[in-house]
C-alpha cells in the first residue's frame, strides 16, 4: 500500500529565505506527484503535478522536482513571502484506480 | 465560471441522523472523488466515481453512500454507522491522469 510522507510537519522561516519541503513515497510505481497549498479551513489548490518521467517542474517562484527511483520529491520556494504562509500537501497518484495517497502536510509559516 | 462548489459550509448532525454533503461542478469531469481531513492529517479517499453511474469504495467507505446519477453531482450521505464523522469533507474532480480540482469544503460537527 502506498504511504506518503512529508518533512517536516511544521515550518517557520523569517521573510526572504529560501525554503525546501520534503516529501517521500513507499511505491515508486507512480503516474505523478502533485503539490498543494491549503489555506486554513478551505479547498486545495494545485501548484505542480509531475508526470512519473519527469524530473521536475518550475512555476514562478516554485520548483519541484521528483526522483522517482528514491521515493523522494522536494518542493523548493525562492524568496519567502508571508502570503506563503499555508499547509503545503503532497500526494502521488499510483494504481490502477489512480488513486491519490496523500501526506500529512507541512504547515509552512513565513514571518514578516 | 467554472469550478466546484460544495454545501453546506457547515453541517451539524445529530446522533443517529443521515446526513447528505453536496457536491457539484461544471467542468465536464468524468472522474469525482470524496475524501475526508482530520487535523493535522492529509486527505483519505472515501468514495470515487470514473463514471456516471458507477462508484467505487476509497480506503474509509465504512459508515458512508454515495450516488452518481450525472456527470454534475456525486453527493455523499453520512449515515449513522459513521461513528466519528466531525472531519472537514472535501470534494474534487478531474479528467484522469491529470491534477484534480477541490471545491471549498463542508465542516461536519456532531451535536
Known amino acids: 500500500k502506498q504511504e506518503v510522507t512529508q518533512i517536516p510537519a511544521a515550518l517557520s522561516v523569517p521573510e526572504g529565505e529560501n525554503l525546501v519541503l520534503n516529501c517521500s513515497f513507499t511505491?515508486?510505481?507512480?503516474?505523478?506527484l502533485q503539490w498543494f497549498r491549503q489555506d486554513p479551513g478551505k479547498g486545495l489548490t494545485s501548484l505542480l503535478l509531475?508526470?512519473?518521467?519527469?524530473r521536475e517542474q518550475t512555476s514562478g517562484r516554485l520548483n519541484a522536482s521528483l526522483d522517482k527511483s528514491s521515493g523522494r520529491s522536494t518542493l523548493y520556494i525562492a524568496a519567502s513571502q508571508p502570503g506563503d504562509s499555508a499547509t503545503y500537501l503532497c500526494?502521488?497518484?499510483?494504481?490502477?484506480?489512480?488513486?491519490?495517497?496523500f501526506g500529512s502536510g507541512t504547515q509552512l509559516t513565513v514571518l514578516p | 465560471d467554472g469550478g466546484i462548489t460544495q454545501s453546506p459550509k457547515y453541517l451539524f448532525r445529530k446522533e443517529g441522523q443521515n446526513v447528505t454533503l453536496s457536491c457539484e461542478q461544471n467542468?465536464?469531469?468524468?472522474?469525482m472523488y470524496w475524501y475526508r481531513q482530520d487535523p493535522g492529517q492529509g486527505l483519505r479517499l472515501i468514495y470515487y466515481?470514473?463514471?456516471?453511474?458507477?462508484?467505487q469504495k476509497g480506503d474509509i467507505a465504512e459508515g458512508y453512500s454515495v450516488s452518481r446519477e450525472k456527470k454534475e453531482s456525486f453527493p455523499l450521505t453520512v449515515t449513522s454507522a459513521q461513528k466519528n464523522p466531525t472531519a472537514f469533507y472535501l470534494c474534487?474532480?478531474?479528467?484522469?491522469?491529470?491534477?484534480?480540482?477541490f471545491g471549498p469544503g463542508t465542516r461536519l460537527l456532531v451535536l
Open positions: 511505491d515508486s510505481a507512480i503516474y505523478n
Open positions: 500526494a502521488v497518484m499510483s494504481g490502477s484506480a489512480r488513486q491519490l495517497t
Open positions: 509531475i508526470q512519473s518521467s519527469q
Open positions: 466515481s470514473q463514471i456516471v453511474n458507477d462508484f
Open positions: 474534487a474532480s478531474s479528467t484522469g491522469l491529470e491534477t484534480q480540482y
Open positions: 467542468l465536464n469531469h468524468d472522474a
